[in-house]
């Protein structure tokens, strides 16, 4: 995730920088609890410990919303989700925020009862319980204006949808937590003359009585913070990859159109593939929204999966970093908020990556950035895993390094190799960075539990023979 709303400067180091300065916005942090209890409030999580339901497992999203433009307080929702219940659930609750909800139906029978809990929970009494390990349905209609931690309305006239770690419950109820993957389908119906962009493939569009109905599927499961919608005047180009994936890119009407942008980001998307392995997704491209109607706190960029949202233009390190984060973060996501470096500690070095790719110093570049934060403790301070409530996204920067110093520790073939690897072993699951650090080990046959235990864990500048392995032997003077 980016929080640029600019491109970045020259100065590798500021935009380094930058990159990582990102800051959840709006997220509320509580004493890390202990685990918790099957089909209990919270998936678990320690950073967020309200966040999903550890009850069920949602293996599908069937999001319909209605939104007229001219009325940003009203969004009409009729969501269903469906689930398998890992445990009897006599009741359950599901992340959303805001709404009038109209009606709740478990099974297709109304449900008991529904009610608020906390920020964020809709809580549900189902007419008769759940069955352990039975798949069921929960349908929710609602309505009523969208949260704005997620929802982001355009001085176009349109909105969008972007936010992490939290935006999904903003439109929709769901079990908000990256643990919980599920395939999503979107049904979107507005005024005609203006355009809905989702995750995935276009379905059919209709027209009736003046409004238009868009669909979009995404048939790969999906981290909820990576599910989005966008809405507006948009004009769309089409392309594909030299792999043959339709790239489908969006522009707001007061975004940048840039064709050589544009054919860079095919570019970029072909260049990845040769590190990390085929594009994971049945579709590529971008959303490129306008300018926001108020000063908000939307990200500058965000990894919505198969089409990252960009901030009022496309440039290469930001299509890099979130094309990144479709196989690291996306395909592959992390097991819960401890492990933010699985998705952006790699976006981070395919920026070095690219920047190689195009002539640039690797090695160079490396020994400039530690030089530059040799004498910043609280640069090292921050740890890779675990680095702490309201930290998820800081390792980054720090990250980049590491990974640059174990490709020269362990030799290209085993550091490509384990990339490649974990992105095909991992491919729309879950994982943690303790099993990338496994699975480098394998790969490249040699002991790493000092590295490790250095650049991850440790909250001081790595020794010297960490920092400097290999190629990256100190220059004399």
């Not at 906390?118 to 039975?134: N, Q």
């Not at 095919?266 to 997704?281: A, Q, R």
């Amino acid at each position: 995730m980016r929080r640029l709303p600019n491109p970045p400067p020259p100065s590798r180091r500021r935009a380094a920088a930058a990159l990582v300065a990102a800051v959840v916005s709006g997220a509320v942090l509580t004493a890390v609890p202990a685990s918790a209890a099957i089909g209990g409030p919270g998936a678990g999580d320690p950073y967020f410990p309200e966040d999903g339901n550890s009850g069920y497992d949602v293996s599908h999203y069937d999001v319909k919303i209605a939104y007229d433009p001219a009325r940003t307080d009203r969004l009409d929702g009729d969501t269903t989700v469906t689930a398998r219940a890992l445990t009897s659930l006599d009741r359950f609750g599901l992340d959303f925020k805001g709404f009038s909800v109209s009606s709740v139906a478990v099974n297709g029978t109304p449900a008991k009862a529904f009610s608020r809990s906390g920020a964020h929970k809709l809580v549900i009494t189902p007419a008769r319980p759940v069955a352990k390990g039975t798949t069921f349905t929960v349908r929710v209609t609602y309505a009523g204006k969208p949260d704005a931690e997620g929802w982001h309305t355009l001085k176009s006239g349109g909105a969008y949808v972007a936010g992490e770690p939290h935006s999904a419950t903003s439109w929709y109820p769901a079990n908000d937590h990256p643990s919980d993957k599920a395939t999503f389908a979107l049904t979107a119906t507005v005024p005609d003359g203006w355009t809905v962009v989702g995750n995935g493939l276009p379905g059919p569009e209709s027209v009736e009585d003046g409004r238009r109905t868009f669909r979009w599927v995404e048939d790969k499961p999906m981290v909820t913070y990576a599910s989005t919608v966008a809405i507006d005047r948009f004009t769309v180009h089409r392309g594909k990859t030299a792999a043959g994936t339709p790239v489908i890119t969006a522009y707001s009407p007061d975004a940048e159109i840039d064709p050589a942008a544009e054919a860079q980001q095919t570019e970029i998307l072909d260049f990845l593939t040769t590190k990390f392995g085929p594009y994971p997704f049945s579709s590529a491209g971008a959303i490129v929204v306008g300018a926001a109607k108020e000063p908000t706190n939307e990200p500058g960029a965000l990894e919505t999966q198969s089409r990252p949202t960009y901030h009022t233009m496309i440039f290469d390190g930001s299509m890099v970093h979130e094309n990144t984060h479709q196989w690291f973060g996306d395909s592959v996501s992390f097991k819960d908020w401890r492990d933010g470096c699985v998705a952006e500690c790699f976006a981070q070095y395919a920026l070095q990556l690219w920047r190689e790719h195009k002539g640039g110093d690797t090695d160079g570049d490396y020994r400039s950035e530690v030089e530059d934060y040799r004498d910043d403790p609280s640069f090292w301070s921050v740890k890779l895993y675990d680095p702490g409530p309201g930290r998820e996204l800081d390792p980054a920067l720090k990250g980049s390094l590491m990974l640059h110093a174990l490709r020269r520790t362990v030799g290209d073939e085993a550091f490509f190799g384990t990339l490649r690897t974990w992105t095909h072993d991992h491919a729309y699951g879950n994982a943690s960075f303790r099993e990338f650090e496994a699975l480098a080990a394998k790969v490249s046959g040699k002991d790493l539990k000092g590295f490790f235990a250095a650049w991850v864990d440790g909250t001081v500048i790595p020794p010297e023979k960490y920092l400097y392995p290999g190629s990256l032997g100190r220059v004399a003077g």
